[in-house]
């Protein structure tokens, strides 16, 4: 009987030795209860972790820095939704025995070095074409692993996330250009995000900012009468970027 059983071990040990890989990566570790995952859904977990953190710490900072309110907001909704996306994350990665990274990647650290170093206009300027970058590098992380990961845990966690990542990206983009949406206030829509030399508003920001069409000018001061044709007026209307009545919105 003692024979057979060791003839039995040994044909079991190698039919599990010729199991093919993508089968041995699911297999279950019978002592800590985890699930091995594949290189691939290995490294996505980590970039994602790390993408999470950048965009915290990142934000954490323009907590701490800038006044504006529109980026304040917008920084406190990145640290309110990167935190629940680790925290979603975090036990996937512990069940399928991937050790998250503690630190950021160095691209990722660089950024945040750069961010430390400004202050006000500059800062805000910065921190948001940081992210808008950011969210558009994760955003081709996570439709990259989409195509090519295995792991159906890990593949449902980005299904999830990623739309979150592309509406970050498009606040971003709002913010960094001039335009704010959703419950955000406009302080941000007349100022521009890179000021002349003397620190004066362009020609074309003033134009929208100044007199009310119709108000008597130098040439008119002679002919209290005059007012420019309702033709002017049409056209200066359409020449404006962003009418009110066409402001961005994102769902709160």
């Known amino acids: 009987?003692?024979?057979?059983?060791?003839?039995?071990?040994?044909?079991?040990?190698?039919?599990?030795?010729?199991?093919?890989?993508?089968?041995?990566?699911?297999?279950?570790?019978?002592?800590?209860?985890?699930?091995?995952?594949?290189?691939?859904?290995?490294?996505?977990?980590?970039?994602?972790?790390?993408?999470?953190?950048?965009e915290i710490k990142t934000s954490q900072l323009a907590l701490d820095k800038s006044q504006n309110s529109a980026v304040r907001d917008f920084a406190q909704r990145m640290i309110d939704e990167h935190t629940k996306s680790s925290s979603e994350l975090k036990p996937i990665a512990e069940r399928k025995n991937v050790t998250l990274a503690a630190e950021l990647a160095p691209k990722q650290q660089a950024l945040y070095d750069k961010l430390s170093g400004l202050s006000g206009e500059q800062f805000d300027r910065a921190y948001m074409q940081g992210q808008q970058k950011a969210h558009s590098d994760t955003e081709a992380l996570f439709s990259r692993y989409l195509r090519t990961g295995r792991d159906a845990d890990t593949k449902a966690f980005a299904r999830k996330v990623l739309p979150v990542v592309q509406k970050h990206e498009r606040m971003a983009a709002d913010i960094s250009s001039g335009r704010v949406a959703g419950s955000m206030d406009k302080?941000?829509?007349?100022?521009?995000?890179?000021?002349?030399?003397?620190?004066?508003?362009?020609?074309?920001?003033?134009?929208?900012?100044?007199?009310?069409?119709?108000?008597?000018?130098?040439?008119?001061?002679?002919?209290?009468?005059?007012?420019?044709?309702?033709?002017?007026?049409?056209?200066?209307?359409?020449?404006?970027?962003?009418?009110d009545n066409a402001t961005p919105t994102e769902p709160k």
């Open 1 to 54: 009987m003692n024979g057979k059983t060791i003839a039995a071990t040994l044909a079991a040990s190698l039919l599990l030795a010729g199991t093919p890989a993508v089968f041995a990566q699911k297999a279950m570790n019978p002592q800590t209860g985890q699930v091995k995952v594949s290189p691939v859904d290995a490294k996505f977990m980590v970039q994602a972790a790390q993408s999470d953190m950048t």
């Open 187 to 243: 302080s941000m829509m007349n100022k521009p995000m890179t000021p002349n030399s003397s620190g004066t508003e362009p020609a074309a920001t003033t134009n929208r900012t100044g007199p009310a069409m119709g108000s008597p000018t130098d040439n008119q001061t002679t002919n209290p009468a005059s007012t420019p044709p309702a033709s002017n007026q049409t056209n200066n209307t359409k020449d404006r970027p962003y009418p």
